[in-house]
C-alpha cells in the first residue's frame, strides 16, 4: 500500500471531493463531449472478436465494428469465466492480459445512502462509539466489528443524508442479503453511534439505496488492489495488443496505483492517447 499512500499524499492527502449533485453529472458531461458518435445504453458486449486493425463487438441488439476498441472492464468482470454472467469473451484470446488480471484483487463493498426526515444527528447523545463527543458537526464516524463500520454526512453541507460503508470482510458478510436486512442492520449500528432506538429511525427513514457492486455481473466487486506480488500487474494490464485492444480502468494505473475515480479518469485519458498515436 506505500505506494498509493505516496500518490495520495502527492494529490493533497486523503481529503474528500464529493459531486454534491451525484456522480451522473460526470458521465453527462463526458458523454456530450465526445463529438461525433453514440452512447449505447443496454448493451452489453458478450464477445469481442479481433484482429490488428479491426474489432467486432457482438451485444443482444447486433454488431458494433470499429478499427480499434478501449476496454474499461473492472478487473472482476475481466477475470470472469465465459460462462458467467456479464463475462466477456476475447476471440482470440487473451492469455498475457489474464495473467494480469490474475495477479490483481477485487475489494467487496456494501455502501447504503439513507435520506432521513431530519438531522436526528444533530441532537443525538454522545455514545461511547463516539468518544463522547457531539454529532452536530459530524463528517465522519468510524468503529469497528459493526456491520456497517464507517459513516459520513455532507458537511458542512447541510443535508438529511447519510451514507453507510462496509468494506472487507463485514462487506462480505452483507454480500446477497435483501435490501431490507441491508437497512435494519444500517439502523441497528446508527443505534450504537448515535443512542437513537432503530425502530425510532426507521419512522424517519425518507428513502434509502444500497449498492452491492459484487452481487452485480457488471461489476463483481468495487475497487482493485494489489496484493503480494502484485506490483508489475497494473502496467502489464495497461499494455496495447497489437495496436488494436488498448487498456484502462482504475485496475491499469501503474504510474500511482491511487485506485477509485481519479485513476479511472486519469487512464482513460493515457488510452485515448494511445489510440490517437497508433492512428496517426
Known amino acids: 500500500m506505500g505506494k498509493a499512500e505516496d500518490a495520495s499524499e502527492e ?55 470499429a478499427r ?42 456494501v455502501k447504503i445512502l439513507i435520506r432521513f426526515r431530519q438531522r436526528f444527528w444533530e441532537n443525538s447523545k454522545a455514545t461511547p462509539n463516539t468518544n463522547g463527543q457531539s454529532l452536530s458537526r459530524m463528517a465522519f464516524l468510524h468503529a469497528a466489528k459493526i456491520p456497517f463500520a464507517t459513516w459520513w454526512s455532507l458537511f458542512p453541507v447541510q443535508s438529511n443524508l447519510l451514507v453507510g460503508w462496509a468494506g472487507g470482510p463485514s462487506a462480505e458478510a452483507l454480500i446477497g ?22 425502530k425510532e429511525l426507521e419512522s424517519s427513514v425518507d428513502k434509502f439505496w444500497h449498492s452491492d457492486w459484487q ?15 502484485g506490483l508489475k500487474a497494473p502496467k502489464a494490464l495497461a499494455q496495447p495488443v497489437d495496436e488494436t485492444l488498448f487498456f484502462a480502468g482504475e485496475a491499469t494505473d501503474y504510474e500511482s496505483l491511487g485506485g477509485t475515480v481519479d485513476s479511472a479518469i486519469s487512464t482513460g485519458r493515457r488510452a485515448a492517447e494511445e489510440v490517437l498515436k497508433a492512428l496517426s
Open 177 to 198: 442479503r435483501s435490501e431490507g436486512e441491508i437497512l435494519n442492520l444500517a439502523l441497528k449500528t446508527l443505534e450504537q453511534f448515535t443512542g437513537a432506538p432503530a
Open 68 to 109: 480499434s476498441a478501449i476496454v474499461t472492464l473492472p478487473l472482476g468482470v475481466l477475470k470472469a469465466s465465459p460462462d458467467q454472467p456479464g463475462a466477456i469473451k476475447f476471440d482470440p484470446p487473451l492469455p498475457q492480459k489474464m495473467k494480469a488480471a490474475s495477479q490483481l484483487e477485487m475489494g467487496h463493498v
Open 215 to 229: 452481487s452485480d455481473p457488471f461489476s463483481r466487486g468495487a475497487y482493485s488492489y494489489v496484493p503480494v506480488g
Open 11 to 65: 494529490q493533497g492527502g486523503y481529503e474528500s471531493l464529493r459531486v454534491l449533485s451525484g456522480y451522473n453529472r460526470i458521465i453527462d458531461f463526458l458523454c456530450a463531449s465526445i463529438g461525433p458518435g453514440s452512447v449505447r445504453l443496454r448493451s452489453p458486449v458478450s464477445r469481442i472478436e479481433w484482429s490488428r486493425g479491426r474489432v467486432n463487438a457482438h451485444t443482444p441488439h447486433g454488431i458494433i465494428r
